[in-house]
């Protein structure tokens, strides 16, 4: 259901922001990657996270 190609995903995260599937989450400091959702890294605590789809 989540799979549909790219407009499937682009809407699948525009429905749920900070969902499961279709989104990665990378912190833009240290470029550690949270894999769900995230307002802070736990590597080193920058707020800056960066949200890619996929
Ligand atoms: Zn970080």
Do not use: H, K, W
């Not at 749920?16 to 400091?29: A, D, F, K, M, V």
């Not at 550690?32 to 890619?52: D, L």
């Amino acid at each position: 259901m989540v799979d549909e190609g790219v407009m499937g995903v682009l809407e699948t995260v525009r429905n749920r922001l900070g969902g499961e599937s279709g989104t990665r989450y990378e912190c833009r400091n240290c470029g550690v990657t949270t894999g769900r959702t995230a307002e802070q890294c736990p590597n080193c605590g920058s707020t800056e996270i960066a949200q890619y789809e996929f």
